[in-house]
């Protein structure tokens, strides 16, 4: 069965401090792997995404990264700001009529 | 903002209304999605229409029922919900319903059923 297992559920962290959110995946066969942003209220945003032969990519202060071996990939932000509270969500492409399937999101707070 | 938007924001309704939800893609977009999103849980698929025509319905309750008059309209028809279906919906839109085609999301319709 395709999953798609984020972690941790929810991080509070100081304004300024970065932080590593992780995402594993047993999704097979592999297309990409999306990670959105989804501020309260709003519907998720796109961040980045990564196909089987990337393993970096990076949007301002997001960093993604991608080991298509172990089926991990993870979210680095950087010096973060307050307007990164959101819920970060990690998404695969795999097969399937539309082929996609939902991690839980990480719930992210920065607190000043 | 990302070209898709629904009306309404908000929703309360009784077990025994009828109600709709409403999407709009300005994005010249061929393929839309109706998404549920409850609390602590995965976004889930409810249906998938590629030129106006449904590609994939996951087994969604009838008391669901989704329209798409045109390439960039859906709506969501609602009649004797359960306390349950309270949850976020979200529409989505993208260029096709291929495996790659990045999907942009609505606002959502935060809908309460009491």
């Known amino acids: 069965k395709n999953q798609v297992e984020q972690s941790p559920q929810s991080l509070i962290i100081l304004e300024g401090k970065n932080c590593t959110l992780q995402?594993?995946?047993?999704?097979?066969?592999?297309?990409?792997l999306r990670w959105y942003k989804q501020d309260t209220g709003r519907g998720p945003v796109s961040l980045t995404i990564?196909?089987?032969?990337?393993n970096t990519k990076s949007n301002g202060r997001y960093t993604a990264t991608l080991d298509a071996d172990t089926k991990q990939s993870s979210l680095h932000i950087t010096a973060s700001q307050l307007s990164d509270s959101a819920s970060y969500i990690c998404v695969v492409r795999g097969g399937g009529a539309d082929g996609l399937t939902f991690g839980k999101g990480t719930h992210l707070i920065i607190q000043p | 903002e990302t070209g898709v938007t629904q009306t309404p924001r908000h929703l309360v309704m009784g077990m025994t209304n009828k109600k709709s939800l409403k999407c709009e893609q300005h994005?010249?977009?061929?393929?839309m999605y109706w998404y549920k999103q409850s609390a602590k849980k995965p976004l889930e698929l409810m249906f998938v229409y590629s030129l106006e025509e449904r590609v994939e319905n996951n087994s969604v309750p009838s008391r669901f029922s989704p329209e798409c008059p045109n390439s960039s309209h859906l709506f969501l028809h609602l009649h004797t919900l359960q306390p349950e279906d309270s949850a976020l919906y979200l529409c989505a839109s993208s260029q096709e319903s291929g495996t790659f085609y990045e999907q942009y999301f609505g606002p959502g319709t935060r809908l309460t059923v009491t």
């Open positions: 995402c594993n995946y047993t999704v097979s066969p592999f297309s990409n």
């Open positions: 990564m196909t089987f032969s990337e």
């Open positions: 994005l010249g977009h061929n393929a």
